[in-house]
């Protein structure tokens, strides 16, 4: 189940990927990426706290406290592409603002019209 929820996952971000180039803006992977990261995240936690609840509800469930276990890791494992591409996202956008913060310090300093010759 977790190599199922992994490729799904890569597959979503793949396709995220492609309609984020072919457009040009790169946000959708923070927006569609991140959605569906934590809309993932917040399943499986649903899975994993209504697996964890009462197990002898009735004796006709008897298999649905595993396949609830095995479900939350599969929305865990479609979760963790998504989220890590959100990461990677905010840290290049942080990095590219920082240096074009300081290319233009830069290009003031350089070019102040108290320099004159």
């Not at 009735?58 to 649905?64: A, H, Q, V, Y």
């Not at 276990?69 to 591409?85: C, G, M, T, V």
């Not at 350089?110 to 010759?117: G, Q």
């Amino acid at each position: 189940m977790v190599k199922k929820g992994l490729i799904t996952g890569i597959t979503i971000l793949l396709f995220v990927l492609v309609i984020s180039y072919l457009t040009g803006i790169w946000s959708f992977v923070y927006y569609v990426s991140g959605g569906i990261g934590l809309l993932s995240i917040l399943l499986s936690l649903d899975f994993l706290i209504y697996s964890l609840g009462n197990k002898k509800t009735t004796s006709s469930e008897k298999g649905t406290y595993k396949s609830r276990l095995e479900d939350s890791k599969r929305f865990i494992s479609i979760a963790i592409p998504n989220i890590l591409a959100v990461f990677i996202y905010l840290i290049s956008w942080e990095v590219k603002n920082t240096i074009i913060s300081i290319m233009n310090r830069e290009w003031l300093f350089f070019s102040s019209p108290n320099s004159k010759k």
